[in-house]
């Protein structure tokens, strides 16, 4: 299946390299994406972002960047401001989008940038989809999926982790007939467009101070929830990461007490306790 028939004004696939995993407490160090455009022609972006703070060994040991790579890079105002125009409203798809959305909304936001309008679309969300119908996977981690499919190349550095979405996306694709693409894609894969979110619908000062420490620590903390199986009863939670939607922050964090990981409207919780 030619993937410009599914796409036919073109694709940017985006992939990300960071201090952690939360936007509220960690950075961006590296920028990475392909731009397949309306002729089939593809274009690369990659950048070192300087980071305010030091780079620990912990991190280093994921991506292999360290602080000597980025010491002499541009801050993410300005590799920012060059990516947006790269991207030229451009659907966007990405491995866990969410995850590399909140970091570039909250950095968008804090250098006064305008969002793109693009539309952002799930590889993740779509294979996993996709394949359950047939056989179930232990995970969907980009890394399984290549695997899965045969597909040979590096990872964590954010380039070459864009070009295996876009591989693992183009094996989903195909394992689907031409009728059902375009639904799957809007009802499995989107998430939203880039440039319905704004200011008011992601307030920083929302945030607890409770859950900023334990987002940096990684610790343990308990939340009364507005809803879901436990209703309001505490529930022990260890927070991953803050992700911006168009409703709201979104937390998203793993529960102890199914062993999920879940995602929690901010505005829908009730209090924060430590444990």
Known sequence: MELSSIFPQGLVVLDLETTGLSPLVHEIIEIGAVKINANGQCQFFESFVRPEKKIEYENFLIHGINNQMVEKARPISAVLKEFFDFIQGYPLLGHNLTVDIGFLTMDAIKNHLQLPASSLLDSCSLARYVLNRSEQL??????????????????????????????????????????????????????????????????????????????????????????????????????????????????????????LNKSFKIKKILNFQEN
């Open 138 to 259: 232990e995970n969907y981690k980009l890394s399984s999926l290549c695997q899965y499919f045969s597909i040979d190349l590096p990872f964590h550095r954010a380039v070459a982790d864009s070009l295996a979405s876009f591989y693992v996306t183009a094996e989903v694709l195909n394992l689907m007939s031409a009728d059902e693409v375009e639904n799957t894609l809007n009802t499995k894969a989107y998430l939203f467009q880039w440039d319905q979110l704004s200011q008011e619908s992601i307030k920083i000062n929302q945030i607890s101070p409770i859950l900023q420490s334990a987002l940096l620590s990684g610790d343990v903390i308990k939340i009364s929830y507005d809803g879901g199986s436990q209703g309001r009863e505490p529930r022990p939670i260890r927070p991953i990461s803050i992700i911006p939607m168009p409703t709201g922050l979104v937390l998203y964090a793993e529960c102890l007490m199914s062993g």
